[in-house]
């Protein structure tokens, strides 16, 4: 009976100590910066290194090739992605990132011959 007692007591010391441990990670989590904060305060630091303000970048020229038509356009992350039919039947993509307007890269697929 007295072991019986003792696991009792035991077990329910190790439940107060797994609750003030969830407490504790829960408290630190709600007050801590995470990831997503310091990526946006990063964002922030460039956009106003460069002169972006933090609300938006204003007016950007995106140069795309003569005659070129946008066929799809979608917004993933902090990118935008847009793709081209160009003139000669090639599809160009562009990725353009959505805090500064900076064109990121191009690629250029075209067919096998």
Known sequence: MQALKALVIGMGVLILVAMAVLAVTIYKRA???GD???EAEAGLRAGAASGISS???GSVDLPIPEGATVEAMEAEDDRLILR?????GS?????VDIASGALIGNFLLQPRP
């Open 84 to 88: 081209l039919r160009l003139n000669d």
């Open 91 to 95: 599809t160009s993509i562009m990725v």
């Open 31 to 33: 007050t801590t910066p």
């Open 55 to 57: 609300d938006t970048f």
């Open 36 to 38: 997503e904060t310091a």
